[in-house]
């Protein structure tokens, strides 16, 4: 593996809000590069890389700091109303590294953030609240939609603070995997929605805009109160209620409307097709391009259904799923989703109308509309952001395979640039070609 030499200046646990609720994790690291490999570079004006590091809805901090006392004593002395941006000095920098040789190996993850930073990019990483966070009274203070309040506050410093910060803060691209490409594309499509402006207020962010310029999602784990469905399609299960709900996935293809890039409508009977010939497919010949000769041979002799025009069974059946259904909802409460959106008294809640059994209490009905970007989209909604970056991987069974090309499609379809790729073999969490990312940030610049 190679590293590259990097000399930055970095500002840490700079609190971004004036009544914050935890410290530990309403707070934002900021690294600004200033050499790399022995040559100077100058972030200002370029894009800045608003890199989510958060997974599974539960809280992060950028400094890997617990709260395992909860959330700060009200006596406690917040930051100012609009604090003035990060302060003088900071740390220097030492080797990252580059994401070459090993590190690209299929199945490795890479640190976005780490990356863009060597690739001359000024990075912030975000803290925010999540479904884990208990105080010591034993209420909850993180559950849907605090996550998405936090990252909108943060993204409401950096434009207060523009003058002070290193890059251009009406170029801030996000970027997520799993929950946090889910957030990452919440992000992109809600800036400046009247819907979290009431706790945006009650944690004191800067009053000005949460609308950000790009989002890139990795896997994003979105669309959930129709997730269940979703999942039990994808994956052809044979219980009864997966079924059900495969049936209900019908419903909620007809209330998308999508249209692929023909003007034809993309329903529940013909989306598996769009989703082989559009994405799968295409994945499956670059991968084998390349191949060396002899592995290519080996790998067609062990998986010799891969041929121009394979089925969406031999596909599925070569996957295999995680999970069972309701995948998200489950009658137990199990799920980090049924967490998700518990309550400050209740860890887990039920949060569709099947899970519930009737009506879903309107407060779960209020967070689930505010964490799901599908909705925003679909309205066409005017401050989203109008550029996009979507990967998953062919053997990502955490999620519907659908959730990727349905945001795709509907990302195309209200004229938004999408820049859509599907890795053969990858599983969850799959970055195969993190250069891309950092030639579509640069061309937003």
Known sequence: MNDVEVEYREWSGVVYVSKPV?????????????????????????????????????????????GPGGPIDST???PTDNPSGPPNGGGDGGEVPSGSGEQMARGQRVDV???????????????ARGRDNQADDGT?????????????????????????????????????????????VLLGASGDSDLYTNDLKAIGAAETSDAIHAAAGYCPITDLEYADAAYAWCFLETSDEAKELAEAFSARMKELGLKDSSGKELTADNLAEHILKTHVQPA????????SEEDRATYEGENSWVKDDFSWEEYISYVGHKKTSP?????????????LFGSSTENARHFTERG????????VQEAVIRMNPMRFLADEYEKRAKHWFLRVG??????????????????????????????????HGANEDPDKFIDWVKSLG
């Open 22 to 66: 935890d410290t530990n994790y309403q707070c934002l690291n900021i690294k600004q590069p200033t050499k790399v490999g022995g040559k100077d570079v100058d972030p200002s004006g370029m894009p800045i890389v608003f890199a989510l590091n958060i997974g599974g809805y539960i809280s992060s901090s950028p400094n890997n700091q617990g």
């Open 76 to 78: 406690q002395t917040p």
């Open 113 to 127: 953030g780490d990356y863009a930073l060597i690739n001359g990019l000024t990075v912030v990483v975000p803290g």
């Open 140 to 184: 909850y203070y993180g559950k849907a939609p605090a996550a998405i309040v936090d990252l909108k506050a943060a993204v409401r410093y950096l434009k207060a603070n523009a003058d002070t910060i290193p890059g251009n803060t009406n170029r801030i691209v996000s970027s997520g995997s799993s929950a946090g490409g889910a957030l990452s």
């Open 284 to 291: 499956a010949k670059r991968y084998l391009e390349n191949l």
């Open 327 to 339: 995948a998200f909802d489950k009658p137990d409460l199990s799920t980090g989703e049924n967490i």
């Open 356 to 363: 519930q059994g009737g009506k879903v209490e309107d407060d």
């Open 394 to 427: 062919t053997k990502d069974s955490d999620t519907s395979l659908t959730i990727v090309s349905n945001l795709d499609s509907l990302l195309r379809g209200i004229g938004d640039s999408v820049d859509t790729a599907y890795y053969w073999d990858g599983g």
